[in-house]
């Protein structure tokens, strides 16, 4: 019966999660029926277990999703988000007669305009509103077909944007619980990155090339706007300064994440002072607040479930199982990674419950912590991203495209080229164990 109740409760939260349910409830009625199940103590269960994995997250996180909320609010009133993306995407894309060649440029300049946001501490959401009307613009000149438009600008926001060495998001933040540095696994990581963008761009052009000769061309959707370039924004290299800054106070002079990212702020509030009003910045700061609640709860709410699961028998049993099968230790790390973050269709999620679960026992079986944190971070997001994953549905809606269309291409970029950047992590990690 542990074990069903465990397979039950997933169940419940991911059905939940694709019927739009929020996932503040899907979290409580997947624990009760864990609860119910195992014949655990309902109000001891949830005050003790849940609430306190719920509340840990909070503890954890909240300050650094506020601060990096706030941010991206001033990224995105006053310009500079669609001035960085509009920039490189220019500078990347140029409309010519080879329609291979064509597509991979187009291609590339999403996934690098999307990850830079990502990469200087942009939350994805953000990023994915701000590059959308410029990577229409950018398939329309192409002639992409639109259903791909998701795959290149997840493919720059959920991936190595967040799993890559001195990445401040949350992913890679979490696996330095583990006393590592924000840039450990360096060569290995840089390496992996530059993988996962060559599948991508090769991925995404054979698709692309195969709907062309099929009759399938670009088309605006009845929602869809296209960016005016002409509005006065802060400069590109103005604009990249608080982010640069972000990532020089966080990996190199080691300032704990929720300073660099306050600071940051503060930055880009000076350096942005033309383009914002002091309306603007209010705003920034309340709305900046109030969007921080709603994904660190919704985090804290994953984790509580899954606290109240590993406190059955059944979960003990399912562990002690898989850390004792015959297989390598580097492939036990990159499967339970996965699996899990695939359950909570989230990589931060997944890899900040996985760890404590996984850890000691793979650096008894000889792992180091740099190799735990980085080919980890790189295998939460494989398979974080199937169909179920909120922020896939809140893609997919924002861009007016069913999932059974415009899916495969998200696919492809977020679990094909991750596994082989996932791969090539772990290799280089183990082959080259004194690389930086």
């Known amino acids: 019966m542990g074990y069903l109740s465990i397979i039950l409760g997933f169940a419940i939260l991911i059905t939940l999660s694709i019927l739009d349910v929020s996932v503040f409830v899907g979290g409580i009625l997947a624990a009760l029926v864990v609860i119910f199940l195992n014949d655990m103590a309902v109000v001891d269960t949830l005050v003790n277990q849940y609430y306190v994995g719920f509340g840990g997250i909070f503890t954890a996180f909240f300050p650094m999703f506020l601060f990096g909320a706030i941010l991206a609010e001033i990224y995105a009133k006053s310009g500079a988000a669609i001035s960085i993306s509009q920039t ?175 600071l940051s702020c503060a930055v880009a509030i000076v350096l942005f002072f033309k383009q914002l009003t002091i309306d603007d910045v209010k705003g920034s700061l309340s709305n900046g607040a109030s969007s921080a609640l709603i994904p660190c709860g919704c985090m804290g709410s994953v984790v509580g479930f899954a606290t109240v699961v590993q406190s059955t028998d059944a979960f003990q049993n399912i562990i002690k199982y898989l850390t004792s099968l015959p297989i390598p230790a580097v492939l036990l790390l990159v499967v339970s990674v996965a699996f899990i973050c695939a359950l909570t269709g989230g990589s931060t999620t997944g890899f900040r419950i996985a760890l404590p679960i996984i850890s000691k026992n793979l650096m008894a079986k000889g792992l180091s912590a740099s190799l735990i944190h980085r080919v980890g971070a790189f295998s939460s997001t494989t398979i974080d991203s199937l169909p179920h994953s909120g922020a896939v549905i809140m893609a997919m809606s924002l861009a007016d495209l069913k999932m059974k269309n415009a899916y495969p291409a998200v696919f492809a970029t977020t679990t094909i080229a991750t596994i082989g950047g996932t791969a090539v992590a772990a290799i280089i990690m183990l082959l080259f164990p004194w690389l930086p």
Do not use: W
């Open 88 to 262: 490189i995407s220019s500078r990347i894309f140029t409309n010519q007669q080879n329609t291979r060649k064509n597509f991979a440029r187009a291609f590339l300049a999403v996934i690098l305009a999307s990850a830079v946001l990502c990469y200087g501490g942009i939350n994805s959401g953000v990023a994915i509103v701000t590059i959308y009307p410029i990577a229409l613009g950018i398939f329309a000149a192409a002639d992409i077909p639109k259903k791909y438009i998701m795959g290149a600008i997840c493919g720059g926001a959920f991936t190595f944007a967040l799993s890559g060495p001195g990445s401040p998001q949350l992913t890679n933040i979490a696996g330095m619980e583990l006393g590592t540095r924000s840039t450990s696994g360096l060569v290995a990581g840089i390496t992996a990155i530059i993988v996962e963008i060559v599948i991508m761009v090769f991925l995404l052009s054979r698709m692309a090339t195969r709907a062309r000769l099929q009759g399938e061309h670009f088309a605006y959707g009845p929602n869809d706007t296209i960016v005016e370039v002409s509005t006065a924004r802060p400069g590109f290299f103005c604009s990249l300064i608080p982010l640069i800054f972000l990532l020089v106070t966080f990996n190199v002079f080691k300032f704990n994440i929720i300073i660099a990212t306050m």
